[in-house]
Each structure stands twice: as structure tokens, then as C-alpha cells.
């Protein structure tokens, strides 16, 4: 059971929770490890591009909604580093796909060129603000212990 908060019996927090049930990979820090990471970030993004653009059709600003949110869930679990280059692939998924005229990198309306900077702009902002979070989850935990 996932607990908001470690009760006096000794229980564990959510993240602490999640991290134990994902693979031991997540959590190391050699090279293949951390490019494992990399990859996983990727395909996240990759996977929610080719559901959006072929399966479900969906306009620009709702996947850039679903962009944030699954990159706020990359940097909480993987980092901010994993965060970082998969808000760089978003946003170009976002231009290639999504905003016209598609399937090229050229942006035709100024009004998409909004939303594109409003994009990387807020997708910086919240995968920072995650990272933070959770860093600073973990040193109220440890300070706790």
C-alpha cells in the first residue's frame, strides 16, 4: 500500500515505494545504468509520440499536455539530466508531428511558435521543479533516519 506519508510504524514513503518496486537499474550509477536510463526516457517519449500521432488523433496542445506530464514522471523516477534530453526530443516530436505543416521542422503560424516556446518553456520549469522535489523528499527522509 502507497502511504503519503511514513506513519509511526515504520512504513514507506511513496517514492521510496516506487524506486523499490523498479529495477535495481534505475538505481545504480555506472555508465550502462545511466544510459539505460537515458534510452528508457526516450522510449517514453517516442512511445506517447507514435500513440498520439497514428493511433490517436489528438491536436497539439493536448499532447504537449501529455509531453509534461510523462516528463515530470521521467524526472521524478530517472532525473534531471534523463528530464532534460527527453524535453529536447518532446519538443521536436511536438514540431515534427503535431505542428503544422507536419512532418517537417519549419513552423508556419505564429501562433504555433508560441506554443513551441511555451512548451520548452514549461517543460524545463516543471522538470526542474520535480527534480527538486524529490531531492529535496530525500534529504526530509534522511534527515528523519
Not at 507514435?50 to 510523462?70: G, K, S
Not at 501562433?111 to 520548452?120: M, N, P, R
Request: charged share 10%.
Amino acid at each position: 500500500m502507497l502511504t503519503a506519508e511514513a506513519p509511526a510504524g515504520g512504513g514507506l514513503h511513496v517514492s521510496q515505494q516506487l524506486r523499490k518496486a523498479l529495477p535495481l537499474v534505475f538505481l545504480n550509477e555506472g555508465a550502462p545504468y545511466v544510459l539505460f536510463r537515458f534510452v528508457i526516457a526516450l522510449a517514453a517519449i517516442g512511445l506517447l509520440t507514435l500513440t498520439c500521432f497514428r493511433w490517436i488523433p489528438v491536436n497539439a496542445a493536448t499532447v504537449a499536455l501529455l509531453y509534461v506530464i510523462v516528463l515530470v514522471v521521467i524526472s521524478h523516477l530517472l532525473g534531471l539530466a534523463e528530464a532534460i534530453l527527453a524535453s529536447l526530443v518532446a519538443g521536436f516530436c511536438l514540431n515534427y508531428f503535431f505542428l503544422s505543416p507536419v512532418l517537417t521542422f519549419r513552423i508556419a503560424a505564429a501562433q504555433d511558435c508560441v506554443s513551441f516556446g511555451t512548451f520548452f518553456l514549461a517543460a524545463f520549469v516543471t522538470t526542474r521543479l520535480a527534480t527538486r522535489a524529490r531531492k529535496g523528499e530525500e534529504e526530509a527522509l534522511a534527515a528523519r533516519s
